[in-house]
């Protein structure tokens, strides 16, 4: 009879550490899969399309993600062009983005944008680096699938950012 106890309850023991053993690998693959998600969801890809001066169509690509760092820390990175041009021009950015404000210097500082985000919206001005120049810029937030994200990053980063930063 003590034998057949001591039986029982090393099936249940084993029974029970493979329930745990379970649970454990669901919780892991739910932690992987929300860090991942979290990781995603901090790669930001922004279209933005509108007007230079209510007349000039521009376009202006936004590009948040995670820091190598970590943390919550993010990296901007950022390009624009008038879209009667082929030519982007890449911007260096400052923010205060709890204020949802934004100083995109141009690369070589030809103009300075200073801009506003409301809801799908970046408003602001375009000024010159003499400061004698100011334009008003509206810009609304545009769809984007894969490909052109794709492109638009092969752009940034491939072109303007390596061949600002090739030796």
């Given at each position: 009879m003590n034998k057949l106890i001591?039986?029982?309850?090393?099936?249940?023991?084993?029974f029970g550490a493979k329930e745990n053993s379970i649970t454990n690998s669901k919780i892991e693959g739910q932690t992987e899969n929300s860090s991942l998600n979290s990781a995603l969801s901090l790669n930001k890809n922004i279209l933005y399309k509108g007007t230079l001066n209510g007349n000039t169509k521009i376009s202006l690509?936004?590009?948040?993600?995670?820091?190598?760092?970590?943390?919550?820390?993010?990296?901007l990175n950022a390009m624009?062009?008038?879209n009667n041009h082929n030519k982007w021009l890449l911007?260096?950015?400052?923010?205060d983005i709890e204020k949802k404000k934004y100083c995109m210097v141009e690369d070589n500082f030809t103009g300075?944008?200073?801009?506003e985000k409301d809801g799908?919206?970046?408003k602001g001005n375009w000024v010159s680096p003499d400061t004698k120049q100011k334009y008003k810029i509206e810009l609304k937030k545009a769809e984007l699938n894969k490909i052109e994200i794709e492109k638009l990053d092969?752009?940034?980063?491939?072109?303007?950012?390596?061949?600002?930063?090739d030796c």
């Open positions: 001591i039986l029982i309850s090393i099936l249940f023991l084993s690509y936004l590009k948040e993600q995670e820091h190598p760092c970590g943390g919550s820390m993010t990296m624009y062009k008038y911007l260096s950015i400052t923010t300075v944008l200073f801009l799908d919206y970046l092969e752009i940034l980063f491939d072109d303007l950012l390596y061949n600002k930063n």
